[in-house]
């Protein structure tokens, strides 16, 4: 969501912070601002809409100095505008903050302030979080924040800058993430890796309830109790050119393309494909574990709900053990049923979703085992959870989740073979077998992005149709799920996911003319059941399309085939999802929409 970068040092912050605002823009936002200390004055520059407009705004009314904050604002209190827009600042001007995530009881603090004289000038929970910090200011900033920092209910993760302290810059957590880094010529702070990566690998992650003092000498962490705390850096070493669009003319598009690779990688992180083997020591589970297990629990949000549900699947199907994937904001409030011998997965690219975060840590609270799939180093779900399974997609960028959805499900369908080798229910040939397949799975996939133009073609006669449906049964039906989602979000069209089976009980009534139907079709245990669904939204006016391996003249003659190539079907659905991704993604081009960036989406989702 928000986007938090600052510096200390001995160059102009500006230009430091406008591009690091550049790489946070991924996240999603609607202003943006930035504050700097100048000769003893916090002077602040906001400007509503794209980051350029802050940059003209700097251009022609400029502003300089060696310590600043920055900030790309997503509204949550109060509309998108200039006076909403980061950094507040206090009543006396003394403080500039920037503020991710939500203050619950902002409310309810604002009106105590009121009735204390403060005058204010914004809608914004953070403006309550600045005049708070300004009124109790005890001289002292940290000495205010162990004041102020308890009054606050909700998440947060703040930087401030403080005019009698103009070396430094101070921040603070609680949900949403903060890291600092050294380079530069001094120190940087921000609320992800790419702003500062530029500038610094080795990266200290702010915990729950710490507070930094940021100088250009270095970083001072406390705990919420003021003990100083020792903190050890993490090496990132992501390629910076991955935040780049190398010649692609959106990161979606180069990130779907990244997929043969980042399969191929996940894959050999977690397998040894030449012994075709699983490499024991990067396994959640151990052969004692995995017979004892009795119960997992998959939880996630949106894209990784729906690689946990494929994961769900294989689990069950393959290890012949019960696994259920929740989605987490249910699950959070459910009071959930937590059982003696149950182990939790929480699955998340970017390991900072409010919701997976909160399932994560009541799953802890319950004594249960929690092993994170996570695809950010050093991450809140990565450092909380138990044990790690890091997905090695690379950063993420566009806000459409495509190469992390992909190493997700296959990590899953990699712990679903080892499980169901450790469990009885696969000889250890036939589980060489199956790696051998997956191994398969990366070329195949390089294979179907050669023939995009189909896709493209399609959608270039198909992008005015009204609704689209996804069906499929069994694994497709949740690779149905995830199209849907892909479609809606980027090209804004009403898309639906539906068992197929399901199409008869209701929604065929919303089948007519204009209406696309696109069957999932790689699971050949179900293919004639969905098929001949497939042909009853055709004749009732549908346009369909089947996406599957080896299609039979019957259905070629009846339908656009998108055909995948010949892959063991249990992995299949990886394949599935690329060409669903690409039409989302040509479907949107089509549209003009903004896909890197669609309307009111962000990448990370760090409040409810
Ligand atoms: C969709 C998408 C979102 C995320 C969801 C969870 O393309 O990206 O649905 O999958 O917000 O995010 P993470 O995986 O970061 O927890």
Not at 278 to 297: D, G, H, I, S
Not at 336 to 350: K, T
Request: charged share 25%; hydrophobic share 40%; aromatic share 8%.
């Amino acid at each position: 969501m928000c986007g938090i970068i600052g510096y200390t040092g001995d160059r102009d912050c500006v230009g430091i912070i406008l591009r690091g605002l550049e790489r946070l823009e991924y996240r999603g936002y609607d202003s943006a601002g930035l504050a700097v200390l100048e000769d003893g004055r916090v002077d602040i520059r906001k400007a509503q809409g794209r980051l350029s407009n802050l940059a003209e705004l700097v251009k022609a009314s400029p502003v300089r100095g060696n310590i600043g904050i920055g900030h790309t604002r997503w509204a949550t209190h109060g509309e998108p505008s200039y006076i909403n827009a980061h950094p507040h600042a206090d009543a006396n001007q003394r403080l500039a903050i920037v503020h991710n995530g939500v203050i619950e009881n902002s409310y309810t603090l604002r009106q105590g302030l009121a009735q204390k004289g403060i005058a204010f000038i914004s809608e914004t929970d953070t403006e309550v979080v600045a005049q708070l910090l300004g009124y109790y200011h005890t001289g002292e900033m940290l000495t205010t924040l162990y004041r102020v920092l308890p009054m606050l209910e909700g998440s947060f993760a703040l930087a401030i800058l403080d005019r009698e302290r103009p070396d430094t810059i101070y921040c603070a957590r609680k949900g949403g993430p903060l890291i600092v880094g050294r380079g530069a010529g001094g120190s940087l702070i921000a609320s992800d890796i790419p702003a500062i990566l530029s500038y610094s690998r080795d990266i200290f992650f702010l915990g729950e309830a710490e507070i930094g003092a940021v100088t250009p000498e270095g970083v001072s962490f406390y705990d919420s109790l003021g003990n100083p705390l020792e903190k050890t850096s993490v090496h990132i070493d992501w390629d910076i050119d991955a935040a780049e669009k190398d010649g692609y003319p959106h990161f979606m598009l180069k990130e779907i393309h990244q997929q043969p690779k980042v399969l191929e990688e996940t894959l050999r992180h977690y397998v040894d494909m030449e012994k075709l083997a699983v490499r024991r020591e990067r396994m959640p589970f151990t052969p004692a574990e995995a017979k004892a297990l009795r119960r997992l629990t998959l939880i996630g949000c949106g894209t990784a709900y729906y690689a946990g549900l494929m994961g769900q699947s294989l689990i069950r199907r393959l290890a012949r053990l019960r696994a259920d994937c929740e989605i987490a904001s249910e699950f959070r409030y459910s009071e959930p049923l937590i059982e003696a011998d149950e182990a939790f997965i929480a699955i998340s690219q970017s390991g900072e979703t409010l919701d997976t975060v909160a399932a994560l840590r009541l799953a802890k609270a319950a004594g249960r085992p929690v092993i994170a799939l996570c695809n950010v180093i050093g991450s809140t779900v990565a450092r909380e959870a138990d044990q790690l399974m890091y997905t090695l997609a690379g950063p993420e960028i566009a806000v459409a989740s495509t190469k992390a959805y992909s190493a997700q499900a296959l990590t899953l369908m990699i712990l679903a073979l080892d499980l169901a080798h450790l469990r009885g229910h696969m000889t250890t040939a036939e589980l060489k077998t199956a790696l051998r397949a997956l191994g398969e799975i990366p070329g195949q996939a390089e294979r179907l992005l050669g023939q995009k133009e189909r896709i493209q073609y399609f959608a270039s006669r198909h992008f005015n149709c009204k609704k689209i449906f996804f069906i499929g049964r069994l694994e497709d039906y949740y690779l149905a799920m995830e199209a849907a989602l892909k479609q809606k979000e980027i090209s804004y069209i009403h898309s639906e996911a539906y068992s197929a089976g399901e199409l008869k009980h209701g929604p065929l009534a919303l089948i007519e003319e204009g209406a696309l139907v696109i069957a999932l079709a790689t699971q050949s245990r179900v293919l004639d059941k969905t098929m001949s669904n497939l042909l009853e939204a055709k004749a009732r006016g549908g346009k369909v399309v089947a996406v599957g391996q080896s299609p039979t003249p019957e259905l070629l003659a009846a339908a656009e085939v998108w055909e995948l190539p010949a892959a063991d079907e249990r992995f299949a659905p990886l394949l599935g999802a690329i060409p669903m991704q690409l039409f989302a993604y040509y479907m949107a081009l089509q549209l003009g929409r903004d896909i890197d960036k669609p309307r009111n989406l962000a990448k990370s989702v760090t409040v409810e």
